[in-house]
C-alpha cells in the first residue's frame, strides 16, 4: 500500500494476551507512526493458537480499531512468531572464494546457503539466517566482506527455525483475516528493532520481550545476534498467582497488578493500602500493598532465575556490556527493573519504541515494542524491495539468495 509520500507498513503482534496493530509510513526521514489498534485475545497460549476463531475476531478488531485511526484499509502485514516451539541454533560454513580471488555476491550467497544447509524435522522450517560475522582466510570479525581479496571465506550465522503446523495455524488466521503476511518474523527480533541502540548491540545486551504467555529473550554482541531463547512463562503466571492468593477472579488479579503491584518488596512502604475488587456483590476491601507484593515477587524471581541460567548457559553473560533491556506488555510491572539488577547483578532498564516518529505517543509504552519493530524491520524490507508477498521460495517461507542477502545487509 503506496501512501502520498511513502509505503504503508502495518505491523501485527499476535501475543498470548493481546493482538496490537501498527500501522505505519517510511519517509525519507524514516519511518512515520500513523496509528494503532489493540484487542485481548483468547485465542492464543503461549505463542501458539488454541482458538482460531477468537484469534481471527480479535485480528479483525485490533486491525479495524487501527483503520478507524488512521482512515487507511489494510490488507498486508508483518506478523511476529513467538512461543517455545520456536528453535535457533549457530551454524558454521566455508567456501572457496572463486572470482579470481575477489569475494562477490555469489560467494556470499554459496557459504549462506552452505551454513544453512541443516538437516531439519520434517515438522520445522527455517524462519530467519542472520550473520554473526565473516571470516576471509585468517581474518575475523568482518561485517561485509564484499569486494576483499582472499582464498577461503567462512561464515558463522544464527539459524531460527520454527514450528510448521504451530506457523500455519497463526498464517491461517491472519488469512481469514482477509490479511495478506508481508513476511514472517521473529517476535523478539522485531522487539530489538524497535527498542534496541545500535550502541547497546555492539557492547552487548540481552532484551527480555515479557509478554503474557512468555518471556522471548534475544542476546546481541558486536552488532549481531548471537542467542535466542523462549521461557514458557510470562506476566499471565503472576496474574494467576495473585488470583489464587486473594481469591479474586483473574480479570480482578490482571487490573490489580498493573493498578497496585510491585516486584519489589522493599519499594513498598509497610503502611501503604491498596483496595481488592469485591467478588460476588460484596464491598472491596483494603489490604496491604506489602501482601500483594509478596504474592509477585517470588514468581517473578524465579522467571528472571530461569532467564539467568539461560544466559550463563549461552556463555554471553560477561558480554553483555549494556545489561538488560525490558520490554512487552508484562515489564510495566512497578519494581521489575529493581528486581532484575538483583537477580541478574547487570544494569537493567525498561524499554519502550524508539527512532520513530509521527503520533509516537500512542505506541510510547513496551507493550506496542514488538509491533512497531515489525513495521520498522516492514521498512528495511521495503528499502530492499523484498517480502514474503513478493517472492517465495519452494520448499521454504523464506525466498533464497535475494531474502538470505537482504538480511544482511
Not at 560475522?133 to 561464515?155: H, N, Q, S, W, Y
Not at 541478574?344 to 505517543?361: D, N
Amino acid at each position: 500500500m503506496e501512501s502520498a509520500t511513502g509505503p504503508v507498513i502495518t505491523g501485527l503482534d499476535i501475543g498470548s494476551s493481546k493482538v496490537a496493530t501498527v500501522i505505519a509510513r517510511k519517509t525519507p526521514e524514516g519511518v512515520e507512526i500513523l496509528g494503532m489498534g489493540i484487542c485481548p485475545t483468547e485465542g492464543m497460549r503461549k505463542g501458539s493458537v488454541v482458538n482460531v476463531d477468537a484469534t481471527v475476531k480479535s485480528i479483525r478488531q485490533s486491525v479495524s480499531e487501527a483503520e478507524k485511526m488512521t482512515g487507511l484499509p489494510v490488507s498486508s502485514a508483518l506478523v511476529g512468531v513467538s512461543g517455545p516451539l520456536i528453535k535457533s541454533f549457530n551454524s558454521h560454513a566455508a567456501v572457496s572464494v572463486r572470482n579470481e580471488r575477489e569475494v562477490t555476491d555469489t560467494d556470499v550467497a554459496r557459504v549462506l546457503d552452505l551454513a544453512k544447509a541443516v538437516e531439519l524435522p520434517a515438522d520445522r522450517e527455517i524462519l530467519h539466517v542472520l550473520t554473526q560475522e565473516f571470516i576471509v582466510d585468517d581474518m575475523p570479525g568482518i561485517k561485509d566482506p564484499r569486494g576483499m581479496t582472499g582464498i577461503r571465506l567462512d561464515a558463522r550465522v544464527h539459524v531460527v527455525t520454527d514450528d510448521l503446523p504451530s506457523t500455519r495455524n497463526l498464517v491461517r488466521c491472519v488469512e481469514k483475516a482477509e490479511i495478506n503476511i508481508v513476511d514472517i518474523v521473529l517476535s523478539p527480533l522485531a522487539s530489538a528493532e524497535a527498542v534496541l541502540t545500535p550502541e547497546e548491540r555492539e557492547v552487548g545486551v540481552a532484551l527480555l520481550d515479557f509478554g503474557g504467555g512468555t518471556v522471548d529473550m534475544a542476546i546481541f554482541y558486536d552488532g549481531a545476534l548471537r542467542h535466542t531463547f523462549v521461557l514458557p512463562l510470562g506476566g499471565g503466571n503472576i496474574t494467576a498467582d495473585v488470583a489464587v492468593g486473594l481469591r479474586i477472579p483473574a480479570a480482578d488479579a490482571e487490573s490489580l497488578k498493573i493498578a497496585s503491584g510491585c516486584a519489589a518488596i522493599q519499594k513498598v512502604r509497610r503502611d501503604e493500602l491498596v483496595e481488592l475488587p469485591g467478588v460476588g456483590g460484596r464491598q472491596p476491601r483494603p489490604i496491604r500493598r506489602q501482601y500483594l507484593s509478596e504474592i509477585i515477587e517470588p514468581r517473578a524471581e524465579e522467571i528472571f532465575t530461569l532467564l539467568r541460567k539461560e544466559i550463563l548457559r549461552s556463555g554471553f553473560e560477561e558480554m553483555l556490556g549494556a545489561g538488560i533491556v525490558l520490554t512487552g506488555g508484562g515489564s510495566r510491572l512497578d519494581g521489575l527493573p529493581d528486581l532484575g539488577e538483583r537477580v541478574f547483578h547487570l544494569p537493567v532498564r525498561r524499554g519502550g519504541p524508539i527512532g520513530i516518529g509521527g503520533v509516537v505517543e500512542v505506541v510510547n509504552s513496551p507493550t506496542f515494542a514488538t509491533a512497531v519493530g515489525l513495521a520498522l524491520y516492514g521498512a528495511k524490507l521495503a528499502e530492499s524491495g523484498m517480502g514474503r508477498a513478493e517472492e517465495e521460495a519452494p520448499g521454504g517461507w523464506m525466498a533464497r539468495v535475494k531474502q538470505i542477502l537482504s538480511e544482511f545487509f
